[in-house]
């Protein structure tokens, strides 16, 4: 679709082509690597090599005197530099976790930064890093974290059993009669493996400090200006004004790049030492080792169910893997997993416990719903459940699953849910697919060797809660002299299209031509501030600060059109940039014409209407969450010999309200959806015993390609939330809903054999070695044995 096709004076909810393409796809973005200022040098980090070390000592003698390097700085140098360290999101007083910029006197992990050398270009630096000599003692490291509470071995010394927190609902002995007099009881523990973002562009920061004026600049790959301005206004304790952040082009974020950390701050701090611009570009093999990790945890999960299979109570006992250096604190998205396990299922009763565990790995991040453990620990145990008490998965979820009826409901938690559509979603999911002719297409498949499997995850998303720091977003719009208009926002557009999105609400707003309004994001020198991209918050936020503003705009403008005019400001039609009335037909008044005058010509302007064509306004959110879901149902074939499992379908049937632009929302489902994917059956940051990672290349750390993803068929229900335009996020669902769906397609196709799925990644060598263990299990209990044979036939 063009602009022109759109209809009159409305393009939102059209497929209108996205402005950031022309550069993005001809290579003209400007990325933090594109940045080259005056006299900039390059930073590298000395990282280290083994997992708990204690460092006696740092020799930087040879290092320092390589030709072309700048300086060598320890933790002596950088850290005391250190004025404060807190993060906007989440407030000063916030329970925090320790993060130094550089390892002091241990080393936490393979990739703790020990040392960064500043050098005229990154080779030199790189090489000068080989001439640092660490003396390290090594230590026993913390590497399970599931165990990591019975170790005497600590990772902080000031955190005892290395918990970093813990939180819990009302105790789990409060549920012993349910579970005691239920019909069907299902308990399993169910494990996810570490992964992590892995973006297309790495983190990247240009730091350049100017020293008479006291400032610094910012160019950053960053999901949050704002957030990240402040941060280094306390880091080195400057003034926020003396700050500019300038992100332009960042290419992918998925929570990574919402806050900033350790390596941020070295460079922050470094640059302002040195009175210089400073480059840092993590290289691929840092972000494996050093970027962060995320999804590595596991619970003990427990279900009870009447006769019938109606959900009676359920008990989530749930255990998180921080790493060494989280960020932020894990405790306040690590509590999601709890309150958001109840899922769209009507459950009468249930508690939780968490538990947050220090290990000797790379930190814990953010990484697209960061919460996504809930759906996978309860869908995963509903279709286990299903298959003990001889039910079909999809009738036990269609049996529990809320209805629109029952809407505004509390889970157990006290999650309040409205304007969701579970089953909605559900239905036409397996409408789409045409389940019971799946069924009927399986039974063929069986009979002749080939095993296909069907798997779904129905899930609740939360989108632009009310965080405090969060909770509000601002915009400014500007109608220039020649009716042009610029529309500036905060910014933290990483692939998902705010600037499409801002132009879009913006001409509707106006009612101008949407090739007339151009965005200005991720400048906070000239942007109004918020919180950026990340809880999925983005439509919804820039809508209400658009709309906010835009309305006292539009009435100055429909002033101005009437005084022109000579008719009353009611009679006024505006759109397309041009006022009308139908008392005065043939004549017309431009937006063109009307900034003239608001700007021009003050004697043709109405009373009491003032100068100019500009206004900022600032939208607070009003619900404490705006919530969206989907469904996901997945289709494979596994090849019960090899153990390949071959994506045949995957459906999703997606609410995310009234969409601003359908083509950048089904973007945003193709690739949460393929990042879920990857890490049902591919992706895992793998460690030795020793703590060493064994996946730090993209040899080893595998990843989805087009060859493994089949075509994503889309549907949508369209059901208005509480925000601006009925509008809630899309960002993250894709990658809460694909992993359930594609494990419970795998365990759907091998229930022959008799395998249960409880942890990925589903890979070839997993799935065989899960027959394997179910042919054992079967012989072990005299039952009849299911085995693959080469010819893909089964014996029995």
Known sequence: MTISDAPAGRYTGTRVPRVEDPRLLTGTGTYVDDVVRPGMLHACFVRSPMARARINGIDVSEAVALDGVHAVYVAADINPRVHEQWYGMEGRDAADTPRPPLADDEVRF??????????????????????????????????????????????????????????????????????ASAAHVVRETIHQQCHLPVPMETR??????????????????SQSPHELRGFCARVLGIPEHRVRVVMRDTGGGFGLKQLPQREEMCVMIAAARLGVALKWIEDRQEHLLASGQARHEHADVSMAFDEDGTLLAAVLEHVQDAGAYPTPTPVTSGMAVALMFPGPYRIPEGTFSSKFMFSNTS??????????????????LLDIAARQIGIDPIELRR?????????????????????????????????????????????????????????????????????????????????????????????????????????????????????????????????????????????????????????????????????????????VEFTRSVGTAASKPGESVTLAEIADIAYFRGDQLPPGVPAGLEASGRYRAQAPMVWANATHVSVVEVDTVTGHVKLLRHIVSEDCGPMINPNVVEGQIYGGTVQGIGGALLEHLAYDEDGNPVTTTFMDYLLPTAT???????????????????????????????????????????????????????????????????????EAEGTPVVTPTADGTVTA
């Open 708 to 778: 493994e993803v089949p075509t994503i068929e889309i549907g949508h229900v369209e059901t208005p939330g509480p925000g601006p335009g009925g509008h809630k996020g899309v960002g993250e669902g894709g990658a809460i809903g694909a992993p359930p769906a594609v494990m419970n397609a795998v365990a759907d196709a091998l229930a022959p054999f008799g395998v249960k799925v409880t942890r990925g990644p589903l890979s070839p060598s997993a799935i065989v070695e899960l027959i394997e263990e179910a042919r054992s299990r079967a």
């Open 204 to 221: 990247g920061l240009v730091a350049e400090w100017t020293g008479p004026s006291g400032e610094m600049t910012l160019w950053a790959s």
């Open 363 to 380: 930190g814990r991040v953010a990484y697209r719903g960061p919460w996504q453990y809930e759906s996978v620990a309860r869908e995963v």
């Open 110 to 179: 393979v990739g703790d930064p020990v040392a960064v050398i500043v050098a005229d270009d990154r080779y030199i630096a790189e090489d000068a890093a080989e001439l640092v000599f660490v003396d390290y003692e090594p230590l026993t490291p913390v590497v399970d974290y599931a165990v990591a509470h019975e170790s005497t071995e600590l990772v902080h010394a000031d955190y005892p059993g290395n918990l970093v927190g813990q939180l819990a609902g009302r105790p789990v002995a409060d549920l012993d009669p349910v579970f």
């Open 399 to 571: 049996k529990n699953m809320l209805r629109r009826d029952e809407l505004p409901y509390s889970n157990y938690i006290g999650m309040p849910y409205d304007n969701i559509t579970p089953l909605e979603t559900f239905e036409q999911a397996l409408a789409i697919l045409d389940y019971e002719a799946f069924r009927r297409e399986q039974e063929l498949a069986r009979a002749e060797g080939r095993f296909l499997g069907v798997g779904t995850c129905t899930y609740v998303e939360p989108t632009a809660g009310a965080n405090a720091f969060l909770s509000t977003e601002g915009a400014t719009i500007r109608i220039e002299p020649s009716g042009r208009v610029n529309v500036y926002t905060s910014g933290g557009s990483c692939g998902n299209s705010l600037e499409t999105t801002a132009n879009q609400l913006a001409a509707d707003a106006l009612g101008v031509l949407l090739e007339d309004v151009n965005s200005i994001q991720g400048d906070t020198a000239v942007t109004p501030f918020g919180g950026g991209t990340g809880g999925s918050r983005s439509g919804s936020m820039v809508a209400g600060a658009i709309a906010e503003t835009a309305s006292g705009l539009r009435e100055r403008i429909l002033a101005i059109a009437a005084h022109k005019l000579g008719v009353p400001v009611e009679e």
